[in-house]
C-alpha cells in the first residue's frame, strides 16, 4: 500500500464520509471492471469521465462527497490507486473506531472452550478493543489455532509449539 493511497484514505475520513458510502462505492466501482478501465484511460476526455462519474454515482445514489472525491482522483489520475485506497481508509477507519479485524485459524472445527481461550487473548492483549474474527480452518495445523490480525500473529498451533520447542533445544 503505497503512502498516496494511505492519505487519500485520510483525506476520505476526515471529510466524514461514511464507512457505508465507501463501500458502496468500492462496490459499484470493482463490480464492473469496464468503469475503472475508462476511469484510468489517458485517452478519453476528462470531462467525459467526470459525466461518467455523475451518472453512474447518480444511479446509487452515491452522496455528493464522495462523487467529488472520485472526480478529483480521476484528475489526478489515482484512479489505478482506488483499491488501495479503500483498503487503507478500512484500515484506518478500524483504527479510530477501535475495531480490531483478526483472522482466527483453527485446525478443526473448535469447540466453545478453545474459541474462547482465542478471544480472552485477544481481549487481554487489547482490551479498548471490539474484536471482530473471522473462523476458518486449516487441518495442516495439526491442533491447535492461529490468530491473525492487525499486524501481529499469534501462533498457538501445535506445529507452532513445535517450531519454539526447536528452537529452544537447538539454541537459536
Known amino acids: 500500500m503505497t503512502q498516496a493511497a494511505v492519505n487519500n484514505a485520510k483525506v476520505l475520513y476526515q471529510l466524514s464520509v461514511e464507512r457505508a458510502v465507501v463501500e458502496k462505492t468500492d462496490a459499484l466501482i470493482f463490480l464492473t471492471p469496464e468503469l475503472l478501465e475508462v476511469l484510468e484511460n ?6 467525459k469521465k467526470q459525466e461518467i462519474i455523475e451518472r453512474v454515482c447518480a444511479l446509487e445514489e452515491i452522496p455528493q462527497i464522495m462523487v467529488n472525491f472520485l472526480k478529483m482522483m480521476s484528475h489526478l489520475g489515482n484512479c489505478d490507486m482506488m483499491r488501495q485506497i479503500f483498503d487503507a481508509y ?18 478443526d472445527q473448535p469447540d466453545e472452550a478453545t474459541r474462547h481461550e482465542a478471544e480472552q487473548l485477544l481481549q487481554e492483549k ?8 473471522t473462523e476458518s480452518v486449516d487441518e495442516s495445523l495439526l491442533g491447535g489455532y492461529l490468530i491473525r490480525g492487525f499486524h501481529e500473529e499469534f501462533d498457538r498451533s501445535y506445529e507452532g509449539r513445535l517450531r519454539q520447542l526447536e528452537r529452544k533445544l537447538t539454541g537459536r
Do not use: G, S
Open 42 to 47: 489517458p485517452t478519453i476526455d476528462e470531462k
Open 126 to 133: 487489547y482490551p479498548d478493543y471490539k474484536i471482530e474474527m
Open 90 to 107: 478500512y484500515q484506518y477507519w478500524d483504527e479510530q473506531n477501535h475495531i480490531m479485524r483478526v483472522q482466527i485459524i483453527f485446525a
